[in-house]
């Protein structure tokens, strides 16, 4: 766990004794204010963009029935599982740069790991299922979308989060805090498996990268390389004449494949640096490498990780046309209240302002003020 690795960076000045010759008390100061101050606000600037992305994306597909087809119900339920992430993990990992030790309690640290694990397994499995959608819809076109291909959808994605929460059980089962001398101190930490078991780590790191990264990501790569093979062939073999329809159905399921892609290619940009990290940590279990470009790779690392949370709502607007008009249009749609709101409180101020001044006309007719000395010349 990165707490592990941040409670080498206290204030005491004797700390920094541990870190290689490379390391001067100027570095230190450097990398301690970017420890406490810009990384936390990293996290913070994830947070926000990433629910509202999600949440607008949630929205759209919620509210505009032309928008609930296959795909997107996957797109949602992807972006759900990011939001998830967003609002727990996020920010306790966060707080974790400002407290080296463990403060959120025994639950918080069977329950953050199951959570954040549960997120990963429903966008890495929800990606499988939208690639195995799009092989599907390009690989066999003949095959006629039911009536009922809409709830299936919904159950396959309810399956996906069953089994994802499911997966991530022996996490909170195996999940502790720990009490672990430090010189003249205890240390308490939540560490993912027993210390006492020197297999369990390793055998752990390499079950998550396969079951989480790389089985799934071998299985579109199979998806991917059929569609390619397809949408090639097709370009080959296809008539002179061909009606606008077809032209516009074949263009949508190449530009839905496109983006599931992209989807695909930036949860793998963003997780392996922390899954190769993570192996590296378990199979060196023992020791702490406290060395600047450790520090480096795991900032950078984490940061990726938490960014896959917020990355695809952007993907999508750049990508999809429709997205994109929806997604203005709710923006649009916030600022017309906002001002309809500010109309109306004008209005209103007018209005008052207007019967105050009708009220005040009678106290001047006939050219007379409330003294009853004639006015000349202009009213001031």
């Known amino acids: 766990h990165l707490s592990l690795f941040l409670s080498l960076f206290s204030e005491d000045t004797s700390v920094y004794e541990n870190f290689t010759d490379d390391w001067t008390s100027d570095g230190g100061e450097t990398v301690h204010f970017i420890i406490r101050c810009v990384i936390p606000s990293v996290y913070i600037l994830i947070i926000t963009v990433g629910l509202l992305g999600n949440i607008t994306l949630v929205k759209i597909f919620i509210t505009t029935s032309a928008m609930r087809s296959v795909p997107n119900i996957f797109i949602s339920s992807l972006a759900v599982g990011d939001l998830l992430l967003l609002v727990t993990c996020v920010p306790v990992d966060a707080f974790r740069y400002f407290y080296e030790e463990w403060i959120f309690g025994t639950v918080a640290c069977k329950m953050i790991p199951v959570i954040q694990l549960t997120s990963v397994g429903v966008s890495v499995f929800t990606l499988t299922a939208l690639s195995a959608d799009r092989h599907k819809a390009i690989v066999n076109p003949m095959d006629i979308q039911t009536s009922s291909a809409v709830f299936w959808t919904c159950l396959k994605?309810?399956?996906?989060?069953?089994?994802?929460?499911?997966?991530?059980?022996?996490?909170?089962?195996?999940?502790?805090?720990?009490?672990?001398?430090?010189?003249?101190?205890?240390?308490?930490?939540?560490?993912?498996?027993?210390?006492s078991n020197e297999m369990h780590p390793k055998i752990h790191s390499i079950m998550i990268f396969l079951v989480y990264f790389l089985i799934p990501l071998s299985i579109i790569s199979v998806y991917?390389?059929?569609?390619?093979?397809?949408?090639?062939?097709?370009?080959?073999?296809?008539?002179?004449?061909?009606?606008?329809?077809?032209?516009?159905?074949?263009?949508?399921?190449?530009?839905?494949?496109?983006?599931?892609?992209?989807?695909?290619?930036?949860?793998?940009?963003?997780?392996f640096p922390n899954h190769v990290l993570y192996m590296y940590r378990s199979f060196n279990y023992r020791q702490i490498d406290s060395s600047l470009s450790h520090l480096i790779i795991t900032l950078v690392a984490r940061v990726l990780s938490f960014s896959s949370s917020c990355v695809n709502p952007f993907a999508l607007y750049l990508l999809s046309e429709s997205f994109r008009r929806h997604f203005n249009n709710q923006l649009l749609c916030r600022q017309r209240k906002y001002q309809e709101r500010n109309t109306s409180y004008l209005q209103s101020t007018s209005a008052i302002r207007m019967t105050s001044i009708r009220k005040s006309t009678p106290a001047v007719a006939n050219g007379h003020d409330q003294t009853g000395r004639t006015l000349k010349g202009k009213l001031w």
């Open 157 to 195: 994605a309810i399956t996906i989060w069953v089994v994802s929460v499911l997966l991530a059980i022996p996490e909170a089962v195996f999940s502790q805090v720990v009490h672990m001398p430090d010189k003249n101190m205890t240390f308490t930490a939540c560490v993912p498996y027993p210390l």
């Open 224 to 271: 991917y390389y059929h569609i390619a093979k397809t949408l090639i062939k097709s370009a080959h073999d296809m008539p002179g004449e061909v009606s606008e329809h077809s032209k516009r159905q074949t263009e949508t399921r190449k530009r839905l494949a496109k983006i599931v892609l992209v989807f695909v290619g930036l949860f793998a940009l963003c997780w």
